[in-house]
């Protein structure tokens, strides 16, 4: 049985990272041998994890039997991705890497290629996947189309044609990468097209992949914003046939408990009408913040009906280590149940 993959999307700063992390977790306590990778490159999973650094391949986090993770290192992957095309003295190139990074979304193609490398390991139950914020997360899931756009793009059309083309369009190449020589340019050309498609049969791998054992959860906070955004991204993968399985709704706050009698509570305030007013005041604004995200919460329940719907409370202190993070899991079961 191959590995399931989980997919977090999302608003930037909305918890992904976190519940990433908290899902990992969730899984591998569950006895599922589980690799968390993010393509973030903010350090977040990590602090998240309790360890000090991640590595662009997956290693085991010593707080977590059964959990390894991973941070995306994109040169390191772009470089291996040359020299397995043959190609490894281009990852000097400068037009290489000015053409590489023209792509736009090298780091999701990237990122599916290494997921596809560890899906077809067959080493893992489950893979999670962080992914940046919203746009980034749909060209992850979007990469295989995107690879067959950019093979058929014109400047590579343009890189790999005949060598009188390539004259004629050294202009062009020079206003896109700034002027770099031919020989440059050629070796490019050359060494190009393999790559491309080598990546390109991957990604399409991966996406079937996805399609068959992918799960995409969308995370966001209690506020009209980020539930928009949700709600979008939930409509673009429904239309590439990944319809979100749910919504995470992250950082919300309980309505707190009734503020007991009319009178001040003595022992609290030092019976200081100032104090105990103070403390209504706040009382009454952590109620308004309850009601407003439950308003908030219940919106994005009529506009998504399909996908399970899943709150998340703040943890109070922040999200320092697998304590809180287990704390989460908890609150993930029905998405990690599979
Ligand atoms: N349930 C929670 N309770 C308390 N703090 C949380 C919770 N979820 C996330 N946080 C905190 O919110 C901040 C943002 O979280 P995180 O980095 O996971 O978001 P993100 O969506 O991955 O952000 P980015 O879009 O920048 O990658 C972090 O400081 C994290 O510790
Ligand atoms: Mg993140």
Redesign the pocket.
């Known amino acids: 049985m191959s590995a399931r993959v989980l997919v977090l999307a999302?608003?930037?700063?909305?918890?992904?990272?976190?519940?990433a992390a908290a899902a990992a977790v969730g899984l591998a306590d569950a006895g599922a041998r589980t690799a968390v990778l993010t393509v973030?490159p903010?350090r977040?999973l990590a602090q998240?994890l309790g360890v000090t650094g991640l590595g662009g391949r997956p290693a085991p986090v010593a707080a977590v039997p059964g959990l390894d993770a991973a941070m995306l290192d994109q040169d390191e992957r772009f470089r291996e991705l040359l020299a397995r095309s043959g190609s490894a003295e281009l990852a000097g190139n400068p037009v290489a890497a000015a053409v590489a990074r023209g792509f736009g979304g090298l780091q999701e193609y990237l990122a599916m290629d290494l997921l596809g490398e560890l899906h077809a390991a067959g080493g893992y139950d489950a893979i999670v996947v962080?992914t940046?914020?919203a746009g980034s997360a749909l060209d992850f899931l979007d990469s295989a189309d995107r690879m067959a756009r950019l093979t058929g793009h014109p400047l590579m059309r343009l890189l790999t044609g005949s060598s009188a083309v390539l004259g004629a369009g050294v202009g062009l190449l020079g206003r896109v990468v700034g002027g770099r020589t031919l020989a440059e340019a050629a070796d490019f050309a050359r060494a190009v097209a393999p790559v491309a498609e080598e990546v390109l049969a991957r990604s399409r791998a991966m996406r079937a992949v996805l399609a068959e054992r992918g799960e995409v959860a969308l995370?966001a906070a209690p506020a009209a914003e980020p539930l928009r955004i949700a709600a979008r991204m939930a409509a673009a993968l429904a239309d590439q046939g990944l319809p979100p399985r749910a919504l995470v709704v992250?950082?919300t706050h309980p309505v707190p408990a009734a503020l007991a009698g009319a009178a001040p509570p003595e022992r609290l305030t030092g019976a200081d009408p100032a104090a105990w007013a103070g403390l209504r005041e706040v009382h009454a604004a952590r109620v308004a913040l309850a009601a407003a995200e439950a308003r908030q919460v219940a919106r994005a329940r009529r506009r998504l009906p399909e996908p399970a719907l899943l709150e998340?409370?703040?943890?109070r202190g922040?999200?320092a280590g697998t304590a809180e993070l287990r704390l989460?899991a908890g609150r993930l079961a029905p998405l990690l149940a599979g």
């Open positions: 999302g608003a930037g700063g909305v918890g992904k990272t976190t519940v973030d903010a977040r998240a962080d940046p914020p995370v992250n950082r998340l409370s703040s943890v922040g999200v989460l």
